[in-house]
């Protein structure tokens, strides 16, 4: 099951920075978007106000028409009602955020028991499920410190799919590893979006990937929505100035 995604004039403040200025953004459900621009622009506040790992700063966000901070009166939402929503959102991070205490599957399980209620039973066959889909069943029992980088972003794929998320935002999933390990990882996030199970939105700098495995793009710059278009349109023929001078530097350095 998938979820939908409203924002309306979002926007984030930091000091006198605007980070983000007015986002409105609509995503169906099953619908995959990819997010690219320059470092700055915006991409990665966007997930975060999403996971509510922060708040705006004003504007609002909307999963299947259910805004996540405010009541249908206009009221501040309750804690209990934030969490609700965000429970429908699950999130891999740019540098894995594991455990290091804990092993592989350790880490996958942590949160179905104490957050998501299951039995630790329960939790162990889910985790054992997610972790195979990952290619790393032989490794339930390892901690991260003997896991490779992409061993280690596998793991937190495994972990936030654990949680059986409605929507699944990853954040720069391949920046932090070495080239030859970028491949595996693209392949399981390819995998997951074909799927159509969730509603997928990807912050990267995988051009290709996002070209060829995205429903849409989204170009970011400064805080605004410069672009959205199918993903196929606006690497072939993007439309707006900035859009082309970011592509062609972008290939240029490639």
């Known amino acids: 099951m998938s979820s939908s995604i409203r924002l309306n004039k979002l926007c984030k403040r930091y000091g006198e920075v605007d980070v983000l200025r007015g986002i409105d953004l609509e995503i169906p459900a099953g619908q995959t978007v990819s997010i690219i621009g320059p470092s700055g622009s915006g991409k990665s506040t966007l ?35 934030v969490r609700k929503v965000r429970g429908k959102i699950g999130m891999v991070f740019q540098h894995f955020n594991l ?46 410190a003997q896991l490779s980088g992409g061993q280690k972003q ?14 699944m935002l990853f954040d720069e999933v391949t920046s932090a590893l070495d080239p ?23 912050v990267t700098h995988q051009m290709k990937f996002a070209e060829r495995s995205c429903d849409r793009t989204l ?21 707006e100035p900035r859009t082309q001078q970011f592509l062609q530097a972008v290939i240029e350095a490639e």
Not at 180 to 201: C, F, N, P, S, Y
Not at 220 to 230: L, S, Y
Request: negative net charge; without cysteine.
């Open 47 to 81: 997930l975060r106000l999403l996971m509510t790992l922060d708040r705006p700063t004003s504007g609002t966000i909307e999963i299947d028409g259910e805004s996540m901070w405010t009541q249908p009166d206009g009221s501040p939402a309750s804690s209990a009602h």
């Open 99 to 144: 455990f290091p205490h804990m092993t592989a599957l350790g880490n996958v399980i942590e949160a179905p028991i104490h957050v998501g209620g299951l039995s630790r039973d329960e939790a162990v066959e889910r985790g054992r499920h997610y972790l195979d889909l990952v290619g790393l069943a032989d490794k339930q029992d390892v901690h991260p």
């Open 154 to 167: 596998r793991v937190g794929i495994a972990r936030a799919l654990a949680m059986r998320p409605e929507i």
């Open 180 to 202: 030859e390990l970028v491949g595996g990882i693209l392949q399981i996030v390819k995998d997951l979006a074909d799927k159509r199970e969730m509603t997928m939105i990807l």
């Open 219 to 239: 170009f970011f710059d400064e805080g605004n929505v410069v672009e959205d278009a199918p993903s196929e349109e606006l690497f072939s023929n993007p439309k």
